[in-house]
C-alpha cells in the first residue's frame, strides 16, 4: 500500500523527512485529516481471499485516536470530488 495523491489534498505531510513517505492529506480546520492509499494487485488478492486489512498507528505513547478507513472520500465528507 502507498500513499496517492488525490483531488481535494491540500498538504503533503512529512514532505521533509526523509524517515517517512509523502502524505498527499486533505486537512479540515476542525482537525479531521483525510488520505488515500493505493493497494498494489498482491495487495487486493490479499484482501479479496482474507476479506480484511490490519492498520498500523504509530501512537509514540499518547492516547490512540479515532479512526474511520473508507473505500469512497464521499462516505467521510459531503463533496461531490471525481477520485
Same mark, same amino acid.
Given at each position: 500500500?502507498?500513499?496517492?495523491?488525490?483531488?481535494?489534498q491540500?498538504? !503533503?505531510?512529512?514532505?521533509?523527512?526523509p524517515?517517512?513517505?509523502? %502524505?498527499?492529506?486533505?486537512?479540515f480546520?476542525?482537525g479531521?485529516? !483525510? *488520505?488515500?492509499? +493505493?493497494?498494489?494487485e +498482491?495487495?487486493?488478492n490479499?484482501i !479479496?481471499?482474507n476479506?480484511?486489512m490490519?492498520?498500523?498507528?504509530? *501512537?509514540? =505513547?499518547?492516547? %490512540?485516536?479515532? !479512526?474511520?478507513?473508507?473505500? =469512497?472520500?464521499?462516505d467521510?465528507? =459531503?463533496? =461531490?470530488?471525481? %477520485?
Amino acid at each position: 500500500m502507498k500513499p496517492k495523491e488525490f483531488k481535494g489534498q491540500n498538504v !503533503i505531510i512529512a514532505k521533509d523527512q526523509p524517515e517517512y513517505l509523502p %502524505l498527499p492529506a486533505m486537512i479540515f480546520p476542525d482537525g479531521e485529516v !483525510i *488520505t488515500c492509499w +493505493e493497494f498494489s494487485e +498482491e495487495e487486493i488478492n490479499d484482501i !479479496i481471499k482474507n476479506k480484511c486489512m490490519f492498520i498500523k498507528q504509530l *501512537t509514540f =505513547n499518547h492516547p %490512540l485516536q479515532p !479512526i474511520m478507513p473508507l473505500v =469512497n472520500l464521499e462516505d467521510g465528507i =459531503n463533496l =461531490n470530488l471525481d %477520485l
